[in-house]
Antibody, heavy 113, light 107 residues
C-alpha cells in the first residue's frame, strides 16, 4: 500500500525557514517524479515544485530561489527546504504524485509575525 | 509558461443534469491533462488522466475529452456527492500548472 506522510509544518515568522519531510512507503522515492502542491486557505491548488527520477528539479516562479526540493533514497523520504518565507506562503503543503493519485494528508505552514 | 484557464469558475445545477467544465491551455499540451475533484477539507482525488482515461474506481458518469489546447470534463448526470471543486492540470512539462478551479453546487 502506498503512503505519503508529511511532517514539519508549523508557525514561522516572515523571513524564517522550515523543512518539510514526506516519508514514502510502497514505492521507491527515486523511481518516478515527486512533487509539492500547496493550497492557501480558501484558495485553489497551486503546483509548487517537482523532482524527476533523473534528479531534474523545477520550481514555480513564486518560490524559485527560496525553496529547494530534494530526496534521500536511504530514508525513502522527500524534502522541501523553505527559506525566506513570506506571509503569502501560508498554505497546506501536499507531497504528491498527483497523476498516480498518491497524496499525503498535507501539512499546514503558517507564516505570520 | 503555459497558462491553464478553466470555465466557469462556479456553477449550480440540478440533480440529474449534464454538467460540462472546460479547460483551455495557452499552448498545446497534447493529451497531458488531468482532472481532479476536491471536496471541502479533503485531499484532491484524480478523476481523469491523459485527457480522457478514467481513473480506476471513478464513476462512469465522469468523462474527459480534448487534446491540444481545449479540454472538457463532463458529468453526465450530476449527483449530490459530486458537490466539489474540480481542477485541471497540465503535465506535459514543468511547471505542472493547475487551472483555477470550478466549484460545482446543487441547485
Amino acid at each position: 500500500e502506498v503512503q505519503l506522510v508529511e511532517s514539519g509544518g508549523g508557525l514561522v515568522q516572515p523571513g524564517g525557514s522550515l523543512r518539510l519531510s514526506c516519508a514514502v512507503s510502497g514505492f521507491n522515492v527515486n523511481s518516478n517524479y515527486m512533487s509539492w502542491v500547496r493550497q492557501a486557505p480558501g484558495k485553489g491548488l497551486e503546483w509548487v515544485s517537482i523532482i524527476y527520477s533523473s534528479g531534474y528539479t523545477h520550481y514555480a516562479d513564486s518560490v524559485k530561489g527560496r525553496f529547494t526540493i530534494s530526496r534521500d533514497s536511504s530514508k525513502n523520504t522527500l524534502y522541501f527546504q523553505m527559506n525566506s518565507l513570506r506571509t503569502e506562503d501560508t498554505a497546506v503543503y501536499y507531497c504528491a504524485q498527483p497523476t498516480f493519485d498518491y497524496w499525503g494528508q498535507g501539512t499546514l505552514v503558517t507564516v505570520s509575525s | 509558461d503555459i497558462q491553464m484557464t478553466q470555465s466557469p469558475s462556479s456553477l449550480s445545477a440540478s440533480v440529474g443534469d449534464r454538467v460540462t467544465i472546460t479547460c483551455r491551455a495557452s499552448q498545446g499540451i497534447a493529451n497531458y491533462l488531468a482532472w481532479y475533484q476536491q471536496k471541502p477539507g479533503k485531499v484532491p482525488k484524480l478523476l481523469i488522466y491523459t485527457a480522457s482515461t478514467l481513473q480506476s474506481g471513478v464513476p462512469s458518469r465522469f468523462s474527459g475529452s480534448g487534446s491540444g489546447t481545449n479540454f472538457t470534463l463532463t458529468i453526465s448526470s450530476l449527483q449530490p456527492e459530486d458537490v466539489a471543486t474540480y481542477y485541471c492540470q497540465k503535465y506535459n512539462s514543468a511547471p505542472w500548472t493547475f487551472g483555477q478551479g470550478t466549484k460545482v453546487e446543487i441547485k
